[in-house]
């Protein structure tokens, strides 16, 4: 017998809804039911990214430095800088060297007596605003420009996982998420319907294991974590 060859399936949010009040023990009939799912289905993004690291929102950035500059803004939805460096002569096999950085707290960054001393970075503190987070380096570089850099800040980040959206948008996350994304908003619904209160101990233990399975296998295979951050249970 003949297999379908495909591995597409990526429910859109309505479909996702709807499989979630399904679970709940109820269908969902009205626009309101779609508008408090979706308000469920980003609060619930959320907790996850509160448990740890979500290894699809790991993303790759640079950000070239200029002389006399110690403040670089981040993408306004970066959560978290994982891992960072600063490299120099990029571009160029014979020149190109990757510099180990390392990243310091406020109180440290704080104590520094001279924030303007120039020199190669060595230190950053990494300030996680609410709305705009950014980094600080020290010392501040002592060449380059936007367009001619010397130093280039590369770093790997974890940004916030998108809003749900409209009906025909899909979730973003990993397909390995999906089953847990599902029996999480089947939870979240049965809480708000004191109709469906007496559901709520068995989603929520569906959820809670549909979470350590996918949480389980969404991690970094090396021997050694990129940073000591793990998922929490329930």
Same mark, same amino acid.
């Given at each position: 017998?003949?297999?379908?060859?495909?591995?597409?399936? +990526?429910?859109?949010?309505?479909?996702?809804?709807?499989?979630?009040?399904?679970?709940? /023990? #109820?269908?969902?009939? $009205?626009?309101?039911?779609?508008?408090?799912?979706?308000?469920?289905?980003?609060?619930?993004?959320?907790?996850?990214?509160?448990?740890?690291?979500?290894?699809?929102?790991?993303?790759?950035g640079t950000i070239n430095l200029v002389q006399g500059t110690g403040t670089y803004a981040l993408p306004a939805d970066t959560i978290d800088i994982m891992e960072q460096l600063i490299r120099t002569g990029s571009g160029s096999s014979s020149?190109?060297?990757?510099?180990?950085?390392?990243?310091?707290?406020?109180?440290?960054?704080?104590?520094?007596? +001279?924030?303007?001393?120039?020199?190669?970075?060595?230190?950053?503190?990494?300030?996680? /605003? #609410?709305?705009?987070? $950014?980094?600080?380096?020290?010392?501040?570089?002592?060449?380059?420009?936007?367009?001619?850099?010397?130093?280039?800040?590369k770093y790997w980040r974890l940004r916030r996982i998108e809003d749900a959206g409209d009906g025909v948008n899909t979730a973003d996350m990993n397909f390995r998420f999906l089953p847990t994304l599902m029996a999480g908003l089947a939870y979240y619904i049965a809480m708000k319907d004191p109709d469906l209160v007496s559901r709520v101990p068995m989603l929520q233990a569906e959820y809670a294991f549909q979470f350590e399975l996918a949480a389980g296998e969404d991690r970094e295979k090396a021997s050694v974590r990129l940073i000591p951050r793990v998922y929490r249970s329930f």
């Open positions: 017998m003949a297999t379908s060859g495909t591995t597409a399936f +990526n429910p859109d949010f309505t479909e996702i809804a709807e499989e979630a009040f399904e679970r709940a /023990g #109820r269908e969902m009939r $009205s626009g309101y039911d779609l508008r408090t799912a979706r308000r469920s289905m980003n609060l619930l993004t959320i907790e996850w990214q509160n448990r740890g690291i979500n290894m699809w929102t790991i993303d790759e020149t190109q060297q990757d510099i180990s950085v390392s990243r310091i707290s406020v109180s440290t960054y704080s104590s520094i007596p +001279n924030k303007l001393s120039q020199g190669r970075p060595v230190q950053v503190w990494v300030d996680r /605003g #609410r709305d705009n987070p $950014s980094i600080n380096v020290w010392p501040i570089p002592d060449q380059g420009t936007a367009e001619a850099p010397y130093y280039i800040f």
